[in-house]
């Protein structure tokens, strides 16, 4: 019996790039990132390469997990740089997870500030 060839659509195609895209800037693994958003290693390859589409409540989840736009997974924004990229990370957190990562970017800061004298 031969395996039938899964037929790519290309909205999973690119939805499936832009996960791969946030999963590695997060430097996170294939299996990391399916424990972060509850999905099996499997099923994130499968999702990456565009075998298989995600649900709504998937995506939600990821975005939630991600601090990321839904906006940005669905059509993308070429234009945007990483600076701007991880702004709008900061900026979708929830506020006390926005005070632990100020509070940690600030003693980034100081610590790099210290390494220049």
């Not at 390859?45 to 669905?74: N, P, Q």
Request: glycine share 8%; hydrophobic share 40%.
């Amino acid at each position: 019996m031969m395996k039938e060839r899964k037929e790519r659509k290309e909205i999973n195609v690119f939805v499936g790039n832009q996960i791969r895209i946030a999963r590695e800037r997060a430097g996170l693994t294939q299996e990391q990132f399916g424990a972060l958003v509850s999905l099996g290693p499997k099923n994130v390859s499968d999702i990456e390469r565009g075998l298989v589409g995600i649900s709504v409540s998937t995506l939600k989840r990821i975005c939630e997990k991600m601090s990321i736009s839904g906006d940005w997974i669905l059509f993308g924004d070429r234009e945007m740089n990483e600076p701007e990229y991880l702004t709008e990370r900061l900026r979708r957190l929830p506020s006390e997870e926005f005070t632990v990562a100020e509070a940690f970017l600030n003693q980034t800061f100081h610590l790099f500030g210290t390494l220049r004298e």
